[in-house]
Protein backbone atom coordinates (compact mmCIF):
# COMPACT_ATOMS: atom_id res chain seq x y z
CA UNK A 1 0.00 0.00 0.00
CA UNK A 2 2.86 2.10 1.31
CA UNK A 3 4.66 1.26 -1.74
CA UNK A 4 1.68 1.85 -4.50
CA UNK A 5 1.07 5.67 -2.71
CA UNK A 6 4.78 6.13 -3.01
CA UNK A 7 4.91 5.26 -6.81
CA UNK A 8 1.99 7.46 -7.23
CA UNK A 9 3.49 10.52 -5.45
CA UNK A 10 6.57 10.06 -7.77
CA UNK A 11 5.10 9.74 -10.72
CA UNK A 12 2.97 12.79 -9.95
CA UNK A 13 5.85 14.79 -8.86
CA UNK A 14 7.07 13.82 -12.74
CA UNK A 15 4.42 14.54 -14.47
CA UNK A 16 4.64 18.05 -12.77
CA UNK A 17 8.62 18.50 -14.04
CA UNK A 18 7.56 17.48 -17.43
CA UNK A 19 4.75 20.39 -17.57
CA UNK A 20 7.12 22.66 -16.38
CA UNK A 21 9.65 21.76 -19.20
CA UNK A 22 7.13 22.02 -21.53
CA UNK A 23 5.51 25.16 -20.68
CA UNK A 24 9.33 26.66 -20.88
CA UNK A 25 9.68 25.09 -23.90
CA UNK A 26 6.76 26.68 -25.58
CA UNK A 27 7.51 30.02 -24.16
CA UNK A 28 10.88 29.95 -25.84
CA UNK A 29 9.65 28.49 -29.01
CA UNK A 30 7.14 31.29 -29.14
CA UNK A 31 9.11 33.97 -28.17
CA UNK A 32 11.87 33.15 -30.93
CA UNK A 33 9.03 33.01 -33.75
CA UNK A 34 7.98 36.45 -32.48
CA UNK A 35 11.13 37.36 -32.87
CA UNK A 36 11.23 35.96 -36.40
CA UNK A 37 8.25 36.65 -37.47
CA UNK A 38 8.20 40.33 -37.13
CA UNK A 39 10.94 42.51 -37.84
CA UNK A 40 12.71 45.07 -36.00
CA UNK A 41 11.02 48.52 -36.24
CA UNK A 42 7.43 46.99 -37.06
CA UNK A 43 4.62 46.70 -35.34
CA UNK A 44 2.53 43.48 -35.46
CA UNK A 45 -0.59 42.52 -34.39
CA UNK A 46 -1.68 38.74 -34.50
CA UNK A 47 -5.01 39.00 -33.20
CA UNK A 48 -5.85 41.50 -36.04
CA UNK A 49 -3.54 40.13 -38.88
CA UNK A 50 -2.19 43.67 -38.90
CA UNK A 51 1.75 44.68 -39.71
CA UNK A 52 2.95 48.08 -39.83
CA UNK A 53 6.69 49.10 -40.72
CA UNK A 54 6.51 52.59 -40.80
CA UNK A 55 9.75 54.65 -41.50
CA UNK A 56 11.88 53.79 -38.75
CA UNK A 57 12.00 50.31 -39.93
CA UNK A 58 14.27 51.56 -42.88
CA UNK A 59 13.57 48.26 -44.68
CA UNK A 60 15.30 47.64 -47.97
CA UNK A 61 13.01 44.29 -48.99
CA UNK A 62 9.59 43.25 -48.21
CA UNK A 63 9.76 40.72 -44.71
CA UNK A 64 9.06 37.56 -46.09
CA UNK A 65 8.35 35.72 -42.70
CA UNK A 66 5.16 37.14 -41.66
CA UNK A 67 2.16 35.99 -40.80
CA UNK A 68 0.93 34.53 -44.10
CA UNK A 69 -2.34 34.99 -42.90
CA UNK A 70 -1.74 38.56 -43.05
CA UNK A 71 -5.00 40.58 -43.91
CA UNK A 72 -3.15 44.43 -43.86
CA UNK A 73 0.45 45.29 -44.59
CA UNK A 74 1.84 48.43 -44.03
CA UNK A 75 5.29 49.75 -45.41
CA UNK A 76 5.52 53.11 -45.97
CA UNK A 77 8.26 55.95 -46.15
CA UNK A 78 10.91 52.85 -46.63
CA UNK A 79 13.91 52.01 -48.89
CA UNK A 80 12.40 49.36 -50.95
CA UNK A 81 13.28 48.95 -54.73
CA UNK A 82 11.98 45.84 -55.80
CA UNK A 83 9.03 43.91 -55.13
CA UNK A 84 9.02 41.26 -57.62
CA UNK A 85 6.68 37.66 -56.00
CA UNK A 86 7.20 39.69 -53.07
CA UNK A 87 3.39 38.90 -51.77
CA UNK A 88 3.09 35.63 -53.39
CA UNK A 89 3.26 33.95 -49.72
CA UNK A 90 0.38 36.72 -48.26
CA UNK A 91 -2.44 35.16 -50.42
CA UNK A 92 -5.31 37.04 -47.83
CA UNK A 93 -3.71 40.39 -48.19
CA UNK A 94 -6.95 42.63 -48.86
CA UNK A 95 -4.94 46.54 -47.89
CA UNK A 96 -1.43 47.04 -49.22
CA UNK A 97 0.25 50.49 -48.78
CA UNK A 98 3.83 50.70 -50.49
CA UNK A 99 3.69 54.49 -50.58
CA UNK A 100 6.86 56.94 -50.27
CA UNK A 101 9.40 54.18 -51.35
CA UNK A 102 12.13 53.47 -54.20
CA UNK A 103 9.96 51.45 -56.48
CA UNK A 104 10.53 51.99 -60.02
CA UNK A 105 9.01 48.83 -61.57
CA UNK A 106 6.21 46.82 -61.18
CA UNK A 107 6.98 43.17 -63.04
CA UNK A 108 3.99 40.74 -64.65
CA UNK A 109 2.19 39.06 -62.82
CA UNK A 110 3.47 40.53 -59.87
CA UNK A 111 0.62 40.25 -57.49
CA UNK A 112 -0.97 37.34 -59.17
CA UNK A 113 -1.58 35.27 -56.03
CA UNK A 114 -3.01 38.47 -53.98
CA UNK A 115 -6.76 38.01 -55.62
CA UNK A 116 -7.81 39.23 -52.22
CA UNK A 117 -6.33 42.75 -52.56
CA UNK A 118 -8.59 45.70 -52.59
CA UNK A 119 -6.63 48.46 -51.73
CA UNK A 120 -3.12 49.03 -53.34
CA UNK A 121 -1.43 52.57 -52.51
CA UNK A 122 2.27 53.21 -54.68
CA UNK A 123 1.94 57.13 -54.71
CA UNK A 124 5.21 59.24 -54.50
CA UNK A 125 7.50 56.79 -55.85
CA UNK A 126 9.63 56.35 -58.71
CA UNK A 127 7.75 54.41 -61.12
CA UNK A 128 8.42 55.04 -64.73
CA UNK A 129 7.16 52.48 -66.49
CA UNK A 130 4.24 49.52 -65.95
CA UNK A 131 4.45 46.46 -67.13
CA UNK A 132 1.46 45.47 -69.70
CA UNK A 133 0.46 42.89 -66.92
CA UNK A 134 1.57 44.25 -63.22
CA UNK A 135 -2.12 44.01 -61.97
CA UNK A 136 -3.11 40.64 -62.98
CA UNK A 137 -5.06 38.59 -60.47
CA UNK A 138 -6.25 41.69 -58.74
CA UNK A 139 -9.91 40.38 -59.47
CA UNK A 140 -11.29 42.54 -56.21
CA UNK A 141 -9.28 45.68 -56.38
CA UNK A 142 -11.37 48.34 -55.54
CA UNK A 143 -8.56 51.06 -54.83
CA UNK A 144 -4.66 52.16 -57.05
CA UNK A 145 -3.25 54.87 -55.86
CA UNK A 146 -0.40 55.39 -58.44
CA UNK A 147 -0.04 59.21 -58.06
CA UNK A 148 3.28 61.34 -57.25
CA UNK A 149 5.74 58.98 -59.86
CA UNK A 150 7.16 59.84 -63.11
CA UNK A 151 4.91 57.83 -65.23
CA UNK A 152 4.77 59.12 -69.38
CA UNK A 153 2.91 56.30 -70.84
CA UNK A 154 -0.06 53.87 -70.05
CA UNK A 155 -0.44 50.36 -71.70
CA UNK A 156 -3.39 49.98 -73.70
CA UNK A 157 -4.32 46.86 -71.70
CA UNK A 158 -2.54 47.46 -68.38
CA UNK A 159 -6.40 47.87 -66.55
CA UNK A 160 -8.32 45.04 -68.78
CA UNK A 161 -9.02 42.83 -66.02
CA UNK A 162 -9.47 45.47 -62.73
CA UNK A 163 -12.89 45.16 -63.83
CA UNK A 164 -14.00 46.01 -59.72
CA UNK A 165 -11.82 49.19 -59.64
CA UNK A 166 -13.43 52.10 -58.32
CA UNK A 167 -11.36 54.68 -57.58
CA UNK A 168 -8.12 55.47 -59.65
CA UNK A 169 -5.39 58.28 -59.18
CA UNK A 170 -3.02 59.17 -61.86
CA UNK A 171 -1.87 62.18 -60.50
CA UNK A 172 1.28 64.27 -60.62
CA UNK A 173 2.83 61.98 -63.48
CA UNK A 174 4.22 63.06 -66.56
CA UNK A 175 1.58 61.55 -68.63
CA UNK A 176 0.95 63.69 -72.49
CA UNK A 177 -0.96 60.85 -74.16
CA UNK A 178 -4.05 59.08 -73.08
CA UNK A 179 -5.33 56.76 -76.23
CA UNK A 180 -8.94 55.75 -76.17
CA UNK A 181 -8.34 51.89 -74.88
CA UNK A 182 -6.23 53.34 -71.90
CA UNK A 183 -9.07 52.79 -69.95
CA UNK A 184 -10.56 49.82 -71.65
CA UNK A 185 -11.85 47.39 -68.25
CA UNK A 186 -12.90 49.84 -66.05
CA UNK A 187 -16.80 49.78 -66.31
CA UNK A 188 -16.99 50.15 -62.79
CA UNK A 189 -14.65 53.09 -62.14
CA UNK A 190 -16.19 56.13 -60.20
CA UNK A 191 -13.68 58.29 -59.36
CA UNK A 192 -10.59 59.23 -61.80
CA UNK A 193 -8.09 61.53 -61.04
CA UNK A 194 -5.75 62.65 -63.78
CA UNK A 195 -4.54 66.31 -62.76
CA UNK A 196 -0.86 67.53 -62.84
CA UNK A 197 -0.06 66.01 -65.72
CA UNK A 198 0.91 67.08 -69.45
CA UNK A 199 -2.05 65.75 -71.25
CA UNK A 200 -3.13 68.19 -74.06
CA UNK A 201 -6.54 66.48 -75.22
CA UNK A 202 -8.96 63.88 -75.31
CA UNK A 203 -10.17 61.83 -77.94
CA UNK A 204 -13.98 61.35 -78.45
CA UNK A 205 -13.79 57.77 -76.98
CA UNK A 206 -11.44 57.93 -74.31
CA UNK A 207 -14.40 57.80 -71.69
CA UNK A 208 -16.63 55.12 -73.64
CA UNK A 209 -14.65 52.70 -71.37
CA UNK A 210 -15.58 53.95 -68.20
CA UNK A 211 -19.70 53.94 -68.24
CA UNK A 212 -20.36 55.59 -64.95
CA UNK A 213 -17.83 57.63 -63.99
CA UNK A 214 -18.95 60.27 -61.83
CA UNK A 215 -15.91 62.42 -60.25
CA UNK A 216 -13.25 63.50 -63.20
CA UNK A 217 -10.15 65.24 -62.16
CA UNK A 218 -8.29 66.73 -65.10
CA UNK A 219 -7.04 69.73 -63.33
CA UNK A 220 -3.43 71.44 -64.19
CA UNK A 221 -3.27 70.22 -67.59
CA UNK A 222 -2.13 71.95 -70.66
CA UNK A 223 -5.75 71.74 -72.60
CA UNK A 224 -6.14 75.64 -74.07
CA UNK A 225 -9.20 74.06 -76.04
CA UNK A 226 -11.72 72.02 -75.03
CA UNK A 227 -13.41 70.31 -78.35
CA UNK A 228 -16.82 69.19 -79.05
CA UNK A 229 -18.63 65.58 -77.24
CA UNK A 230 -15.02 65.37 -74.88
CA UNK A 231 -17.43 63.92 -72.19
CA UNK A 232 -20.30 62.97 -74.89
CA UNK A 233 -20.32 58.89 -72.95
CA UNK A 234 -20.07 60.45 -69.20
CA UNK A 235 -24.04 60.40 -68.95
CA UNK A 236 -23.41 60.23 -65.03
CA UNK A 237 -20.46 62.15 -64.67
CA UNK A 238 -21.26 65.14 -61.70
CA UNK A 239 -18.32 66.42 -60.62
CA UNK A 240 -15.95 67.84 -63.54
CA UNK A 241 -13.09 69.72 -62.42
CA UNK A 242 -10.95 71.67 -65.19
CA UNK A 243 -9.12 74.31 -63.37
CA UNK A 244 -5.82 75.30 -64.13
CA UNK A 245 -5.51 74.11 -67.36
CA UNK A 246 -4.93 77.06 -69.36
CA UNK A 247 -7.87 76.78 -70.91
CA UNK A 248 -9.10 80.29 -73.35
CA UNK A 249 -11.56 78.66 -75.36
CA UNK A 250 -14.57 76.64 -75.33
CA UNK A 251 -16.05 74.76 -77.98
CA UNK A 252 -19.98 75.40 -78.09
CA UNK A 253 -20.80 71.47 -77.41
CA UNK A 254 -17.79 70.92 -75.13
CA UNK A 255 -20.21 70.10 -72.45
CA UNK A 256 -22.57 67.76 -74.33
CA UNK A 257 -23.68 64.59 -73.20
CA UNK A 258 -23.52 65.56 -69.55
CA UNK A 259 -26.83 65.89 -68.58
CA UNK A 260 -26.28 65.29 -64.59
CA UNK A 261 -23.37 67.57 -64.16
CA UNK A 262 -23.49 69.51 -61.16
CA UNK A 263 -20.06 70.95 -60.14
CA UNK A 264 -17.97 72.18 -62.63
CA UNK A 265 -14.51 73.90 -61.87
CA UNK A 266 -13.04 76.33 -64.83
CA UNK A 267 -11.43 77.82 -62.04
CA UNK A 268 -8.04 79.55 -62.66
CA UNK A 269 -7.47 79.27 -67.03
CA UNK A 270 -7.02 81.77 -69.61
CA UNK A 271 -11.00 82.53 -70.63
CA UNK A 272 -11.44 86.06 -71.55
CA UNK A 273 -15.30 85.79 -71.41
CA UNK A 274 -18.06 84.06 -69.73
CA UNK A 275 -18.56 81.22 -72.16
CA UNK A 276 -21.82 81.70 -72.39
CA UNK A 277 -22.24 79.52 -75.58
CA UNK A 278 -21.04 76.43 -74.35
CA UNK A 279 -23.29 75.78 -71.77
CA UNK A 280 -26.50 74.41 -73.15
CA UNK A 281 -30.19 74.08 -71.48
CA UNK A 282 -29.72 70.44 -70.68
CA UNK A 283 -26.78 71.14 -68.11
CA UNK A 284 -28.21 71.34 -64.34
CA UNK A 285 -25.27 72.86 -63.43
CA UNK A 286 -26.05 73.99 -59.90
CA UNK A 287 -22.13 74.74 -58.33
CA UNK A 288 -20.08 77.28 -60.78
CA UNK A 289 -16.63 77.95 -60.05
CA UNK A 290 -15.35 80.34 -62.76
CA UNK A 291 -12.81 83.00 -60.82
CA UNK A 292 -9.22 83.70 -61.61
CA UNK A 293 -9.90 84.57 -65.17
CA UNK A 294 -8.42 86.57 -67.01
CA UNK A 295 -12.10 88.15 -68.51
CA UNK A 296 -12.45 92.41 -67.86
CA UNK A 297 -16.40 92.12 -67.98
CA UNK A 298 -19.62 90.29 -67.50
CA UNK A 299 -21.69 90.35 -70.22
CA UNK A 300 -25.72 90.14 -70.19
CA UNK A 301 -26.79 87.04 -69.65
CA UNK A 302 -23.65 85.52 -69.34
CA UNK A 303 -25.80 82.46 -67.44
CA UNK A 304 -28.58 82.26 -68.22
CA UNK A 305 -28.87 78.71 -69.30
CA UNK A 306 -28.07 77.36 -66.25
CA UNK A 307 -31.15 77.22 -64.70
CA UNK A 308 -30.11 74.74 -61.52
CA UNK A 309 -27.33 76.88 -60.58
CA UNK A 310 -27.37 77.50 -56.69
CA UNK A 311 -23.76 78.31 -56.44
CA UNK A 312 -21.48 80.90 -58.47
CA UNK A 313 -18.08 81.67 -57.44
CA UNK A 314 -16.40 84.62 -59.09
CA UNK A 315 -13.04 85.39 -57.04
CA UNK A 316 -9.40 86.12 -57.86
CA UNK A 317 -10.58 87.92 -61.35
CA UNK A 318 -7.90 90.53 -61.53
CA UNK A 319 -9.33 92.05 -64.51
CA UNK A 320 -12.70 92.37 -63.78
CA UNK A 321 -14.10 96.10 -63.49
CA UNK A 322 -17.55 95.98 -64.74
CA UNK A 323 -20.95 93.62 -64.15
CA UNK A 324 -23.13 94.80 -66.98
CA UNK A 325 -27.20 95.33 -64.80
CA UNK A 326 -28.58 92.11 -66.52
CA UNK A 327 -25.18 89.59 -65.68
CA UNK A 328 -27.16 87.14 -63.72
CA UNK A 329 -30.63 87.05 -65.51
CA UNK A 330 -31.97 83.61 -65.91
CA UNK A 331 -30.30 82.22 -62.69
CA UNK A 332 -33.19 83.09 -60.10
CA UNK A 333 -31.73 80.20 -57.82
CA UNK A 334 -28.79 81.21 -57.04
CA UNK A 335 -28.37 80.67 -53.64
CA UNK A 336 -25.04 81.72 -52.49
CA UNK A 337 -22.67 84.14 -54.92
CA UNK A 338 -19.33 85.42 -54.46
CA UNK A 339 -17.37 87.73 -55.78
CA UNK A 340 -14.79 88.43 -53.61
CA UNK A 341 -10.62 89.20 -54.44
CA UNK A 342 -11.44 91.51 -57.47
CA UNK A 343 -9.05 94.58 -56.82
CA UNK A 344 -9.86 95.98 -60.10
CA UNK A 345 -13.68 96.06 -59.14
CA UNK A 346 -14.81 99.58 -57.79
CA UNK A 347 -18.81 99.40 -58.59
CA UNK A 348 -21.63 97.48 -58.64
CA UNK A 349 -25.15 98.32 -59.79
CA UNK A 350 -27.09 97.52 -56.51
CA UNK A 351 -29.63 96.33 -59.10
CA UNK A 352 -27.23 93.32 -60.28
CA UNK A 353 -28.87 91.16 -58.02
CA UNK A 354 -32.40 92.19 -58.57
CA UNK A 355 -33.19 88.49 -60.40
CA UNK A 356 -31.85 86.73 -57.49
CA UNK A 357 -34.88 85.94 -55.43
CA UNK A 358 -33.03 82.57 -53.57
CA UNK A 359 -30.06 84.68 -53.05
CA UNK A 360 -29.11 84.01 -48.84
CA UNK A 361 -25.32 84.59 -48.93
CA UNK A 362 -23.04 87.37 -50.78
CA UNK A 363 -19.95 87.65 -50.49
CA UNK A 364 -18.23 90.56 -51.64
CA UNK A 365 -15.40 90.92 -49.66
CA UNK A 366 -11.62 92.14 -50.81
CA UNK A 367 -13.11 94.44 -53.74
CA UNK A 368 -12.60 97.77 -53.97
CA UNK A 369 -15.36 99.26 -52.84
CA UNK A 370 -15.90 102.49 -51.17
CA UNK A 371 -19.83 102.43 -51.31
CA UNK A 372 -22.59 100.19 -51.00
CA UNK A 373 -26.29 100.83 -51.72
CA UNK A 374 -28.80 100.29 -49.47
CA UNK A 375 -30.99 98.35 -52.25
CA UNK A 376 -28.43 95.84 -52.07
CA UNK A 377 -30.76 94.41 -49.04
CA UNK A 378 -34.42 96.68 -49.68
CA UNK A 379 -35.16 95.69 -53.14
CA UNK A 380 -36.65 92.61 -51.63
CA UNK A 381 -36.20 92.81 -48.15
CA UNK A 382 -33.36 90.85 -47.63
CA UNK A 383 -32.58 91.80 -44.01
CA UNK A 384 -31.58 88.12 -43.22
CA UNK A 385 -29.63 88.18 -46.17
CA UNK A 386 -25.46 86.93 -45.17
CA UNK A 387 -23.14 89.76 -46.38
CA UNK A 388 -19.47 89.33 -46.29
CA UNK A 389 -18.49 92.52 -47.41
CA UNK A 390 -14.64 92.76 -45.06
CA UNK A 391 -11.72 93.96 -46.74
CA UNK A 392 -13.37 97.47 -48.47
CA UNK A 393 -11.84 100.79 -48.56
CA UNK A 394 -15.07 102.42 -47.22
CA UNK A 395 -15.92 105.64 -46.54
CA UNK A 396 -18.24 105.97 -43.75
CA UNK A 397 -20.82 108.74 -44.72
CA UNK A 398 -24.65 108.29 -44.94
CA UNK A 399 -24.36 106.20 -47.50
CA UNK A 400 -23.27 103.53 -45.55
CA UNK A 401 -25.34 104.18 -41.96
CA UNK A 402 -27.98 101.14 -43.78
CA UNK A 403 -24.73 98.71 -43.28
CA UNK A 404 -24.12 99.34 -39.65
CA UNK A 405 -27.85 98.79 -38.86
CA UNK A 406 -27.70 95.36 -40.98
CA UNK A 407 -24.26 94.15 -39.46
CA UNK A 408 -26.15 94.39 -36.41
CA UNK A 409 -28.52 92.19 -37.28
CA UNK A 410 -26.34 89.55 -38.44
CA UNK A 411 -24.53 89.70 -34.86
CA UNK A 412 -28.19 89.44 -32.76
CA UNK A 413 -28.73 86.22 -34.80
CA UNK A 414 -25.39 84.87 -34.90
CA UNK A 415 -25.43 84.88 -31.01
CA UNK A 416 -29.66 83.60 -30.98
CA UNK A 417 -28.41 81.08 -33.36
CA UNK A 418 -24.80 79.49 -31.43
CA UNK A 419 -25.84 79.78 -27.68
CA UNK A 420 -23.97 77.35 -26.87
CA UNK A 421 -20.57 78.29 -28.37
CA UNK A 422 -21.19 81.72 -26.52
CA UNK A 423 -21.85 79.89 -23.47
CA UNK A 424 -18.94 77.61 -23.41
CA UNK A 425 -16.92 80.78 -23.85
CA UNK A 426 -18.46 81.75 -20.16
CA UNK A 427 -20.14 85.18 -21.98
CA UNK A 428 -23.30 85.84 -20.87
CA UNK A 429 -25.38 88.66 -22.35
CA UNK A 430 -28.54 89.66 -23.78
CA UNK A 431 -28.64 88.94 -27.09
CA UNK A 432 -30.09 92.16 -28.38
CA UNK A 433 -28.32 94.26 -26.17
CA UNK A 434 -26.42 96.54 -28.46
CA UNK A 435 -24.47 98.24 -25.34
CA UNK A 436 -22.93 95.16 -24.58
CA UNK A 437 -22.37 94.73 -28.66
CA UNK A 438 -19.38 97.99 -27.90
CA UNK A 439 -17.99 95.55 -25.75
CA UNK A 440 -15.25 94.90 -27.00
CA UNK A 441 -13.94 91.21 -25.03
CA UNK A 442 -17.46 90.01 -26.49
CA UNK A 443 -17.06 91.89 -30.15
CA UNK A 444 -13.95 90.63 -30.63
CA UNK A 445 -14.43 86.91 -30.46
CA UNK A 446 -17.68 87.18 -32.41
CA UNK A 447 -15.60 89.24 -35.09
CA UNK A 448 -13.25 86.76 -35.64
CA UNK A 449 -15.77 84.12 -36.38
CA UNK A 450 -18.32 85.85 -39.00
CA UNK A 451 -17.90 88.64 -41.57
CA UNK A 452 -18.53 91.19 -38.97
CA UNK A 453 -14.88 92.18 -39.03
CA UNK A 454 -15.88 95.42 -41.48
CA UNK A 455 -13.83 98.90 -41.39
CA UNK A 456 -13.90 102.21 -42.49
CA UNK A 457 -11.05 103.47 -44.63
CA UNK A 458 -12.56 106.95 -44.59
CA UNK A 459 -12.89 109.61 -43.59
CA UNK A 460 -9.46 110.16 -41.52
CA UNK A 461 -11.22 110.50 -38.41
CA UNK A 462 -12.93 106.67 -38.65
CA UNK A 463 -10.18 104.69 -39.97
CA UNK A 464 -10.23 101.59 -39.28
CA UNK A 465 -13.03 101.43 -36.74
CA UNK A 466 -15.64 98.57 -37.03
CA UNK A 467 -19.01 100.12 -38.99
CA UNK A 468 -20.98 97.54 -36.47
CA UNK A 469 -19.36 99.82 -33.14
CA UNK A 470 -20.21 103.30 -35.00
CA UNK A 471 -24.29 103.31 -32.92
CA UNK A 472 -26.13 105.59 -34.08
CA UNK A 473 -25.97 108.71 -32.80
CA UNK A 474 -22.19 108.32 -33.34
CA UNK A 475 -21.94 107.45 -36.92
CA UNK A 476 -24.44 109.86 -37.78
CA UNK A 477 -23.68 111.56 -41.76
CA UNK A 478 -20.02 112.37 -41.53
CA UNK A 479 -20.40 114.71 -44.48
CA UNK A 480 -17.96 117.26 -43.07
CA UNK A 481 -15.47 114.81 -41.94
CA UNK A 482 -15.64 113.98 -45.05
CA UNK A 483 -14.65 117.40 -47.12
CA UNK A 484 -12.12 118.37 -44.45
CA UNK A 485 -9.42 117.90 -47.08
CA UNK A 486 -11.33 120.04 -49.58
CA UNK A 487 -11.61 122.88 -46.71
CA UNK A 488 -8.24 122.96 -45.77
CA UNK A 489 -6.73 122.82 -48.89
CA UNK A 490 -9.73 125.70 -50.15
CA UNK A 491 -8.38 128.01 -46.98
CA UNK A 492 -4.56 127.26 -48.26
CA UNK A 493 -5.55 128.61 -52.00
CA UNK A 494 -7.51 131.43 -50.08
CA UNK A 495 -4.02 132.54 -48.58
CA UNK A 496 -1.87 132.24 -51.71
CA UNK A 497 -4.43 133.92 -53.94
CA UNK A 498 -4.68 136.53 -51.27
CA UNK A 499 -0.80 137.29 -50.76
CA UNK A 500 -0.65 137.23 -54.61
CA UNK A 501 -3.40 139.68 -54.73
CA UNK A 502 -1.91 142.17 -52.15
CA UNK A 503 1.53 142.27 -53.81
CA UNK A 504 0.35 142.99 -56.56
CA UNK A 505 -1.83 145.84 -54.88
CA UNK A 506 1.71 147.24 -53.17
CA UNK A 507 3.20 147.54 -56.31
CA UNK A 508 0.33 149.42 -58.44
CA UNK A 509 -0.13 151.52 -55.73
CA UNK A 510 3.77 152.19 -55.69
CA UNK A 511 3.57 152.70 -60.01
CA UNK A 512 0.47 155.18 -59.37
CA UNK A 513 1.74 157.10 -56.80
CA UNK A 514 5.33 157.67 -58.56
CA UNK A 515 2.99 158.71 -61.93
CA UNK A 516 0.91 161.45 -59.70
CA UNK A 517 3.42 162.61 -58.33
CA UNK A 518 5.55 163.07 -61.59
CA UNK A 519 2.33 164.63 -62.76
CA UNK A 520 1.89 167.17 -59.67
CA UNK A 521 5.78 167.88 -60.20
CA UNK A 522 5.47 168.67 -64.28
CA UNK A 523 2.64 171.32 -63.30
CA UNK A 524 4.12 172.90 -60.46
CA UNK A 525 6.98 173.60 -63.32
CA UNK A 526 4.35 175.24 -65.87
CA UNK A 527 3.61 177.03 -63.43
CA UNK A 528 6.61 178.45 -62.33
CA UNK A 529 8.17 178.82 -65.17
CA UNK A 530 9.00 182.36 -64.51
CA UNK A 531 11.42 181.34 -61.95
CA UNK A 532 15.17 181.48 -63.77
CA UNK A 533 15.93 178.36 -61.09
CA UNK A 534 13.69 176.08 -62.44
CA UNK A 535 15.17 176.66 -66.12
CA UNK A 536 18.22 174.33 -64.49
CA UNK A 537 18.07 170.92 -63.94
CA UNK A 538 17.58 170.06 -60.11
CA UNK A 539 20.75 169.89 -58.08
CA UNK A 540 22.34 166.75 -56.76
CA UNK A 541 23.74 168.72 -53.45
CA UNK A 542 23.54 172.45 -52.75
CA UNK A 543 26.84 174.27 -51.40
CA UNK A 544 25.58 177.36 -49.33
CA UNK A 545 28.18 179.82 -48.17
CA UNK A 546 28.45 181.97 -45.19
CA UNK A 547 26.72 185.55 -45.81
CA UNK A 548 29.97 187.96 -45.41
CA UNK A 549 32.10 185.23 -47.58
CA UNK A 550 28.92 185.64 -50.71
CA UNK A 551 28.32 188.78 -50.63
CA UNK A 552 31.42 190.73 -50.02
CA UNK A 553 32.28 191.66 -53.50
CA UNK A 554 30.53 191.44 -56.67
CA UNK A 555 33.64 189.50 -58.23
CA UNK A 556 32.07 186.53 -55.84
CA UNK A 557 29.18 186.55 -57.18
CA UNK A 558 29.72 187.02 -60.58
CA UNK A 559 31.97 183.58 -60.09
CA UNK A 560 29.41 181.70 -58.08
CA UNK A 561 27.21 182.09 -60.84
CA UNK A 562 29.28 181.00 -63.34
CA UNK A 563 30.00 177.93 -61.77
CA UNK A 564 26.64 177.41 -61.37
CA UNK A 565 25.93 177.08 -64.91
CA UNK A 566 28.78 175.00 -65.86
CA UNK A 567 27.53 172.66 -63.19
CA UNK A 568 24.05 173.16 -64.54
CA UNK A 569 23.63 174.43 -67.59
CA UNK A 570 20.28 175.79 -69.11
CA UNK A 571 18.52 173.09 -71.61
CA UNK A 572 18.88 174.65 -75.16
CA UNK A 573 14.94 175.46 -75.60
CA UNK A 574 15.31 177.68 -72.25
CA UNK A 575 18.67 179.01 -73.05
CA UNK A 576 17.33 180.82 -76.08
CA UNK A 577 14.40 181.32 -74.65
CA UNK A 578 16.61 183.24 -71.57
CA UNK A 579 19.04 184.96 -73.71
CA UNK A 580 16.39 186.41 -75.54
CA UNK A 581 14.21 187.42 -72.77
CA UNK A 582 17.27 189.19 -71.00
CA UNK A 583 19.47 190.42 -74.25
CA UNK A 584 19.66 194.70 -73.30
CA UNK A 585 22.28 197.13 -73.64
CA UNK A 586 24.19 197.54 -70.48
CA UNK A 587 24.60 200.69 -69.39
CA UNK A 588 27.57 202.01 -67.39
CA UNK A 589 26.82 203.81 -63.90
Not at 82 to 98: C, E, M
Not at 207 to 226: G, Q, R
Not at 335 to 352: F, G, M, P, R, T
Request: aromatic share 10%; with cysteine.
Amino acid sequence: MKKSSSTMMRLSKISIIIIIITTILLIIINGSNASRTCPRGCDCIETLLITNCSESSQLEYVPHTLNPALKKLYLPQNNIRRIDSAFDVYKNLIYLDLSSNLISTIVDDNFRYNNELQIILLKNNTLVTLRPKAFNGLNQLKILDLSYNRIEMINDTIFKNLNTLQILDLSYNLLKVLNENTFVGLRNLINLNISNNLITKFTTNLFSNTPVLIHLNASFNEFEHLDDNWFIALYDLTVLDLSSCHIASLSPNCFNGLNNLTILNLNNNSLMAIPSASFLPKNVIQVLNIGQNPFPFIHPKSFYHLKHLKRLYITNTSSLAKIHVDAFDGIENVEILELSNNQALKHIDANVFDNLYSLSSLILSNNSFENLQIDLITKYKKFDLYLDVRGNPFNCNCSLEWLNFHLIRMFNKTVSSNPDYFLNQNITFPIFNLATLLNENVSEIIMKQNALDVRCYSPFALKDKFIIKLHKDKFGCFLLESIIPIIIGAMFGMLIISGVIILLVIQCRNQLSGFVKNQLYYNENQRNSNNHFDLYPKPEFVFISTYNDFYKSPANINAAMEEFSVHYPLNQQQATAHHQQHQQPTTEL
